[in-house]
């Protein structure tokens, strides 16, 4: 009799381990199914938060900026088109030369009667590669006439093109080049009429080109890199 009670105690005893360790595991169960889901929230919210733009597009916008700004520096003035940039500081040219064909020397004719007091700038003929902006290297073809001349003094055409960097410090150009060549593109022809304080002022550089000379450039963008 003693004997079978104890064997029922044993039992009790067995069932109520059996019953507190499947609680256990439940329980175990539970609290994995409530981290897995918290973390699964957190990898949605964190792709959702990368995916959204809140840090790829603070560099993207940057860049859209600058682009934007560089941008907003031009406005469209050509001969007999409106369809190309120049910068918005300068006036067009009043009587600019032909446009010709791009790759072939152009025709530069100094306009008549006095001489413009601030620059003038025209596309004669409208690019469509890279564009030239400060810092970029600039391969180029050139014919210069001036005004006390009235006629063309120097070509790149006979001989090589020409290259440099536009707005290097120090300068490698004239002023009127780093400021009247940005936002030219490649495959343009551009033409400048450049007052003395933008080009070489009161000396004279050479044969052909006065002391407090204007100048008139049309140039070719061959290359921008």
Same mark, same amino acid.
């Given at each position: 009799?003693?004997?079978?009670k104890?064997?029922?105690?044993?039992?009790?005893?067995?069932?109520?381990? !059996?019953?507190?360790?499947?609680?256990?595991k439940r329980r175990?169960?539970t609290?994995?199914s409530?981290?897995?889901?918290v973390?699964?929230?957190?990898?949605?919210?964190s792709?959702?938060y990368?995916f959204?733009?809140s840090?790829?597009?603070?560099? *993207?916008?940057?860049?859209?900026s600058a682009?934007t700004?560089?941008?907003s520096s031009?406005?469209?003035t050509?001969?007999?088109?409106?369809? #190309?940039? *120049?910068p918005?500081? +300068?006036a067009?040219?009043?009587?600019?030369?032909p446009a010709?064909? +791009?790759?072939?020397?152009? #025709?530069v004719?100094?306009?008549?009667?006095?001489?413009p007091t601030?620059?003038?700038v025209s596309?004669?003929i409208?690019?469509?590669?890279k564009p030239?902006m400060i810092g970029?290297?600039?391969?180029?073809q050139?014919v210069?006439?001036?005004?006390?001349?009235?006629k063309?003094?120097q070509?790149?055409?006979?001989? #090589?093109? +020409?290259? +440099? *960097?536009?707005g290097?410090?120090?300068?490698?150009?004239?002023?009127?080049?780093?400021?009247?060549?940005?936002g030219?593109?490649?495959?343009?022809r551009? !033409?400048?009429i450049?007052?003395?304080?933008l080009?070489?002022?009161?000396?004279?550089?050479?044969?052909?080109?006065?002391?407090?000379? #204007?100048?008139v450039?049309v140039?070719?963008?061959l290359?921008?890199?």
């Amino acid at each position: 009799m003693a004997t079978a009670k104890r064997e029922r105690q044993k039992a009790a005893r067995r069932q109520k381990i !059996e019953q507190m360790q499947r609680e256990a595991k439940r329980r175990r169960t539970t609290r994995r199914s409530v981290i897995v889901g918290v973390v699964g929230v957190a990898v949605v919210i964190s792709a959702a938060y990368l995916f959204s733009g809140s840090s790829t597009p603070a560099t *993207t916008t940057t860049a859209a900026s600058a682009t934007t700004s560089i941008a907003s520096s031009a406005t469209t003035t050509t001969a007999g088109s409106s369809a #190309t940039t *120049t910068p918005t500081t +300068f006036a067009p040219v009043s009587s600019p030369s032909p446009a010709g064909k +791009f790759g072939t020397a152009p #025709t530069v004719i100094v306009p008549a009667g006095n001489p413009p007091t601030s620059m003038e700038v025209s596309n004669l003929i409208q690019g469509a590669g890279k564009p030239a902006m400060i810092g970029s290297k600039l391969t180029v073809q050139y014919v210069l006439a001036t005004y006390s001349s009235r006629k063309v003094i120097q070509s790149s055409w006979t001989r #090589t093109p +020409f290259t +440099f *960097t536009l707005g290097a410090q120090p300068p490698q150009v004239i002023p009127g080049w780093d400021k009247g060549l940005v936002g030219m593109h490649v495959g343009g022809r551009r !033409e400048l009429i450049i007052p003395p304080s933008l080009g070489y002022g009161a000396q004279s550089p050479g044969p052909g080109i006065a002391a407090n000379d #204007t100048l008139v450039f049309v140039v070719d963008l061959l290359k921008v890199s």
